[in-house]
């Protein structure tokens, strides 16, 4: 990598972390430290909001989502609207009214310490597991580029985060997050930017919009009702709403983003600012990922992306095969090239026969280019039969890599690794938050001093960093990252959702009667997660929010019915 490439991204990630630090030295009071005053304006809440979502994985995994699956993925986002301003109604003024630092202390009030202590529980778990993960991923990134030991580059970046982090609390969070994603969203419009600079002359962005088009790569909206794929206009709009309400509901790391607002209205408009423009950031970087794809078309991609995976093939007689495969590689690339340029030469003349007799040959030479590619990863795996051979989370990086100018691979990488920041910093904010307050200050120190509050806060921050690294050194791929967040996030989600649910709209249920109802539901999403894992219930992962939600407050009502006397 060119020395101006470091300087910037570098000088893009000191320059942050230096400047949350500063901005947040006179932090003093636990209430500064976890809530930052409450003073923060719709803008940056909204900013904060997006730029906690939006991970390094984000801008890892989900252009290679859409290079490999088109654009099905933004079907994910569609309810995220709808839940914006459900929360919106119902549950920031809530929150706002009983003057909370976390959204489970209303639960004891609502139901019994057990209850807000187990969903607290779920979240620390859950929210643990998912702050290794946005350190993990960066990693990959860092340590694929400079070949650094992967452990090394985790410790790197994870200290980073947690030193600024440490130091100011939610203000140093959300102040640096604004930077973070300022970097962020003038990446994207660079990186698209460039590639469309680069695409052929002939073709142009036009030509890519038209070819992409014609290999159904630009399918935003799929009516098809089939639950075991993850993503259609139904698992988004019904179950993506319920995932949503309980991520930016009752996930602390997005409920302590707005619980920071100087008011409600400032809160709800940082929001609803998070919902408006939060689907179309999505959109750009799933274009982004159709561009590349649209760029491999006609400049001949590797057949495996991960360099790692390739140099364990030296010296092996797994070599040579795979070098046989390579030379098929270009075969199928410059029969799909001619056949890619008559596409587009037919779109423009509307020549419908020639149209549709390239497009089949284009899908045939697909076929036989994913074939070769899985060939690839077929022998890597008899070469290490330990190595992943996933390759989608490398195929931004790829291009970035190899074709990007000087100067702007720092500052896509600087991206990647600002997300990552600003992701993590949130995350371990939180789980400080809810440790502190929920566990700590309610089990064990109820009548301490602020600065003894303060102190612990910050060895709290410590501590769930030093833990979220040890998880990321373990870490490995998952799929692609970008579901391995998401399926992780739906295991606990429904049920949390399910005991807010219930506490705000079934006013009959009590303590234990839900508690048991928890249990109960947690205990079946994790039996339909092996289930579906071992290939015995198609169904996407998505629908376990809702089925936990519901199957939460139906048990929870039939408890409540059957003991209800007996609760006092």
């Known amino acids: 990598m060119n020395i101006i490439d470091w300087i910037v991204m570098l000088g893009a990630l000191l320059g942050i972390a230096a400047y949350g630090i500063y901005r947040t030295r006179h932090v003093s009071s636990v209430k500064s430290y976890l809530l930052g005053d409450r003073q923060l304006p719709w803008w940056t809440i909204g900013l904060s909001i997006m730029a906690t979502q939006a991970s390094a994985i984000t801008f890892l995994s989900t252009p290679g989502q859409a290079y490999e699956d088109g654009m099905r993925f933004i079907q994910f986002y569609y309810g995220l609207p709808i839940a914006m301003v459900i929360l919106s109604v119902f549950v920031i003024p809530l929150y706002y009214r009983l003057n909370v630092y976390t959204p489970y202390e209303y639960l004891e009030k609502r139901f019994d310490l057990k209850t807000r202590t187990l969903t607290a529980v779920l979240f620390l778990v859950q929210r643990g597991l998912a702050a290794g993960l946005t350190i993990y991923a960066p990693s990959i990134v860092l340590s694929s580029i400079l ?33 973070q994603m300022i970097v ?18 002939e073709v142009g962005f036009g030509g890519a919009v038209d070819l992409a088009g014609h290999l159904g790569k630009l399918n935003s909206v799929t ?18 709403v319920f995932l949503f309400l309980s991520y930016f509901g009752t996930d602390h790391s997005q409920v302590s983003r707005y619980l920071s607002g100087k008011s409600l209205t400032e809160s709800r408009l940082g929001l609803m600012f998070n919902g408006l423009l939060k689907v179309p ?21 590797p057949v495996h992306y991960i360099d790692s995976n390739l140099a364990m093939l030296a010296g092996t007689p797994h070599e040579a095969k795979y070098r046989e495969i390579e030379r098929q590689y270009k075969d199928v690339f410059q029969q799909k090239e001619a056949a890619m340029t008559r596409i587009i030469s037919a779109a ?67 991206m990647i690794f600002a997300a990552g920041m600003s992701s993590t910093s949130s995350e371990l904010n939180a789980l400080t938050s809810v440790m502190a307050i929920d566990v700590y200050k309610r089990y064990w120190a109820k009548d301490k001093s602020d600065g003894h509050y303060l102190l612990a806060s910050k060895l709290f921050t410590l501590m769930w960093g030093l833990l979220a690294l040890l998880f990321a050194a373990t870490a490995q791929l998952f799929e692609n990252l970008i579901q391995m967040v998401n399926i992780l996030g739906s295991l606990f989600y429904g049920t949390i959702l399910g005991v807010f649910l219930t506490a705000f709209f079934m006013p009959k249920i009590r303590g234990n009667a839900v508690f048991i109802a928890a249990l109960i539901t947690q205990a079946n999403i994790i039996f339909l997660f092996v ?17 936990g939600c519901l ?18």
């Open 281 to 301: 950031m999505q959109f750009l970087v799933l274009f982004v990922g159709i561009l590349v794809f649209v760029f491999f078309q006609f400049n001949r991609p």
């Open 348 to 414: 423009r003349a509307t020549d419908q026969p020639t149209l549709d007799a390239a497009r089949s040959e284009a899908e045939m030479l697909q076929k036989k280019d994913a074939t070769l590619r899985k060939f690839a990863k077929i022998e890597v795996m008899r070469a290490s039969p330990t190595a992943k051979t996933k390759d989608t989370d490398y195929v931004f990086l790829s291009f970035v890599m190899e074709y990007m100018p000087v100067g702007v691979v720092g500052l896509l990488l600087a």
């Open 223 to 240: 009516f098809d009702l089939n639950f075991k794929d993850r993503y259609n206009i139904w698992s988004g709009m019904i179950a993506g």
């Open 147 to 179: 070949k650094w030991d992967l452990n090394a580059t985790i410790l790197f970046i994870g200290i980073i985060v947690i030193v600024y982090t440490m130091s100011g609390g939610t203000m140093a969070v959300s102040v640096t997050q604004k930077q």
């Open 184 to 201: 962020i969203l003038l990446g994207l419009f660079v990186a698209a930017g460039v590639i469309i600079y680069k695409l052929p002359r």
């Open 551 to 568: 199957l939460l407050m139906l048990l929870a009502w039939m408890i409540q019915m059957a003991f209800g006397k007996r609760d006092k």
């Open 531 to 547: 289930l579906e894992r071992g290939g015995k219930l198609p169904i996407s992962f998505l629908w376990y929010n809702p089925i």
